[in-house]
C-alpha cells in the first residue's frame, strides 16, 4: 500500500457546514463563524515516549485524539477541525483500518472533522493539530488566576499514572482498579462539555498532562500568584489510596501526568454555578484549595504541615 493508497482509501473528510475544501487539496479552507475567535493547538505522540508501540490502533487512534480535544476543553473552547499528521515505518492495512476506523468514531463522539494532515515513513510518531471556536474574546487562559479564587479539579486524579505503573509492572492493584487505571491512561475523556460551560465565569483553566502540580504551577506563574492545595481533598478513585500506600498515592495524584483533567479557577461567588456545570456536563468536580499571593504553591497535608515536592511532574528534558 502506498501513501496515496492510504489517502485515497482511508482518509476522508466528513461533511460540515464550515469545512469549504477538505482533504485532497495542497490545503483545507475552512469559513470561521461571525463572533467567534479560533483557537489552535498541536500535541505530538511519540512511540516508545508517549505510548507503547505494541498499543492497540483503537487506543492510539483515541489517545492522540482525545489529548488534542483536551487542549480545546482547557480553554473552554468548542473542538471543530483536526489535521493528522503520521510517521509510521510501514503501511499495515489492517492496522490501519482499525485505526482509522476508531479514529473517524472517536472524531464523530468529539465533534470534530478531518480536514487534513501529512503521511511519511518513519518511526511512529502521531501528532494532531486542532483547532476550535470561542465567543470572541473569550478564552480560559492560563494567566487569569485572581487572588481569593477557589481551586477545582475534574474528575479524579493519579488513575493515568497508576495505570502506567500497573502496565510497566511496577506495581499490581486489584484487578477492576487496575482495569479503570488503564483505560484512564489509553482512553482519556476530554472535559469539553464541562469546559465551554465553565467558560461564563471561571478565570483560569488547563488540562492536567504532565501532573497537577506542575500544571497547576504554570497557572500560578503566568497570573503572578501563589495558591494553597489541600492534600486531603484530592480526588482519586476510591481504594488508590489504600492500595498504593500514602507515599505513591501521593506521587500519582500531584506529580502523575495523562489524567487530562482540568484544573480551574473561579470566583468564590460561583460556587454555586461551577456545581451546576458538573451536573450538566455529567464531571465530578472537587475544590482542593484557594489562589493567594504569596506567589508559590503551599501543598497542605492532614496536620497542616507544608508537603515538599522532589519531583513537579514530568519534565521530557529533565
Ligand atoms: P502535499 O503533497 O501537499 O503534502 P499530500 O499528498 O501529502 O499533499 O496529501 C494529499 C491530501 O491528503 C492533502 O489534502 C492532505 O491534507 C491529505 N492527507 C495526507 N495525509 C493525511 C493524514 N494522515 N490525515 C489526513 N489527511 C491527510
Ligand atoms: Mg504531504
Redesign the pocket.
Known amino acids: 500500500m502506498t501513501?496515496?493508497d492510504f489517502?485515497r482509501q482511508y482518509?476522508k473528510t466528513r461533511q460540515g457546514a464550515e469545512v469549504v475544501l477538505g482533504?485532497?487539496?495542497?490545503?483545507?479552507v475552512i469559513r470561521p463563524r461571525c463572533g467567534f475567535d479560533l483557537c489552535f493547538s498541536s500535541d505530538m505522540l511519540v512511540g516508545g515516549r508517549h505510548f507503547f508501540i505494541d498499543e492497540s490502533p483503537e487506543d492510539l487512534a483515541w489517545k492522540v485524539l482525545a489529548v488534542n480535544v483536551s487542549d480545546m476543553a482547557a480553554m473552554g473552547a468548542e473542538p471543530k477541525w483536526v489535521?493528522?499528521?503520521?510517521a509510521l515505518p510501514y503501511l499495515d492495512k489492517h492496522w490501519l483500518e482499525r485505526f482509522c476506523c476508531r479514529f473517524f468514531e472517536l472524531s464523530e463522539k468529539f465533534g470534530v472533522v478531518?480536514i487534513?494532515?501529512?503521511?511519511t515513513k518513519g518511526e511512529w510518531v502521531f501528532n494532531i493539530t486542532i483547532a476550535g471556536e470561542l465567543p470572541e474574546g473569550k478564552a480560559l487562559k492560563r494567566s487569569a488566576a485572581m487572588v481569593g479564587d477557589d481551586i477545582w479539579v475534574s474528575g479524579q486524579l493519579g488513575s493515568a499514572a497508576a495505570g502506567l505503573r500497573v502496565k510497566q509492572n511496577l506495581c499490581v492493584l486489584p484487578e477492576n482498579l487496575s482495569a479503570v487505571c488503564i483505560d484512564k491512561l489509553l482512553r482519556p475523556e476530554p472535559r469539553v462539555a464541562l469546559g465551554r460551560l465553565i467558560l461564563p465565569f471561571a478565570n483560569a483553566a488547563q488540562d492536567v498532562s504532565d501532573g497537577l502540580a506542575q500544571d497547576l504551577g504554570h497557572i500560578l506563574t503566568a497570573s503572578g500568584v501563589g495558591a494553597e492545595i489541600f492534600v486531603e481533598a484530592l480526588p482519586s478513585v476510591s481504594g488508590l489510596r489504600e492500595e498504593l500506600g500514602y507515599e505513591n498515592w501521593l506521587s500519582c495524584v500531584l506529580s502523575g501526568g495523562d489524567d487530562y483533567e482540568l484544573v480551574f479557577t473561579a470566583p468564590h461567588t460561583c460556587r454555586r454555578r461551577v456545581e451546576e456545570a458538573a451536573e450538566h456536563s455529567g464531571v465530578a468536580v472537587t475544590r482542593i484549595g484557594t489562589i493567594n499571593d504569596t506567589g508559590r504553591l503551599n501543598i497542605k497535608e492532614k496536620d497542616g504541615s507544608e508537603l515538599k515536592l522532589t519531583s513537579l511532574g514530568f519534565d521530557h528534558f529533565g
Open positions: 501513501e496515496f489517502i482518509l482533504i485532497g487539496d495542497d490545503a483545507a489535521l493528522l499528521s503520521v478531518l487534513g494532515g501529512d503521511t
